[in-house]
């Protein structure tokens, strides 16, 4: 059986990250994967919740969705208060995502907003918003730091996302939305560039799951992500942990 693209099981879609495509904001990302495209921009402001006030510690909060024609039928824009379950979750786990890199201690009291707009979809938008979305932080803390705002850098880590499945007897790695629609088991992976795993969602769709075939879909996201993080420090032109220079 082949993949609808002609990739490899163990194959990326073809990645392309574009920075600062837009000229006000500081971090701003176009991240593509296949034909899954997503805007991800990343601003910083001074002060922080009420509940996080005081502490000298800066907070990071995510928003998503998915532009009205960005499956090809036009859905509803989710407005505010009434955005429906998957969305919330989705936001949730870019904040958690994020979070887990950065040094909320060297931030300072300041807020850094990740929006991320699914412009084009094709599955995996989850994935693509937390990896193209790191790309964009990174570039919005490296403006603050240059205008003095910073002392040290708050980045601690790098990290990114993809998603692997079971489609018949196959495991697949980065799905698109035909792949996904029919898996029986379908993955999505959140890791660090030090092997930890910030999140794994995991369902059996169809036929339960084995732990056999869990770990072989968690070192085939492994591998994955692995090589995202590659394409992420050449986008960002830095090298090593964290994709700092």
């Not at 495509?21 to 001074?46: D, N, Q």
């Not at 919740?49 to 824009?77: I, V």
């Not at 075939?213 to 090593?240: F, P």
Request: charged share 30%; proline share 3%.
């Amino acid at each position: 059986m082949s993949r609808p693209d002609g990739r490899k099981s163990n194959a990326l879609r073809p990645v392309r990250i574009e920075r600062g495509v837009l000229r006000e904001v500081p971090g701003s990302v176009i991240f593509r994967a296949g034909r899954t495209h997503v805007l991800c921009t990343a601003c910083v402001e001074e002060g922080v919740p009420d509940w996080r006030a005081g502490r000298g510690l800066g907070w990071l909060t995510a928003e998503y969705d998915m532009l009205p024609a960005s499956t090809g039928r036009r859905r509803p824009r989710n407005r505010a208060g009434n955005l429906d379950g998957r969305t919330q979750e989705i936001q949730r786990l870019i904040g958690r995502s994020l979070r887990g890199v950065v040094d909320f201690a060297r931030l300072g009291e300041r807020t850094v907003w990740i929006d991320c707009d699914v412009v084009q979809a094709d599955g995996g938008t989850r994935t693509a918003a937390v990896t193209g979305a790191y790309v964009a932080l990174c570039d919005a803390l490296d403006s603050v730091r240059a205008a003095g705002g910073i002392a040290a850098d708050p980045m601690r880590g790098q990290v990114a996302a993809v998603s692997v499945g079971r489609v018949g007897d196959r495991s697949l790695l980065d799905l698109c939305y035909d792949e996904d629609a029919k898996a029986d088991v379908d993955f999505n992976v959140v890791m660090t560039d030090a092997g930890r795993f910030v999140e794994v969602q995991g369902t059996a769709e169809g036929a339960a799951f084995g732990r056999r075939e869990m770990d072989a879909m968690l070192r085939l996201a492994e591998r994955g992500i692995r090589e995202l993080m590659a394409i992420q420090r050449r986008a960002l032109g830095r090298r090593g942990r964290g994709g700092r220079g």
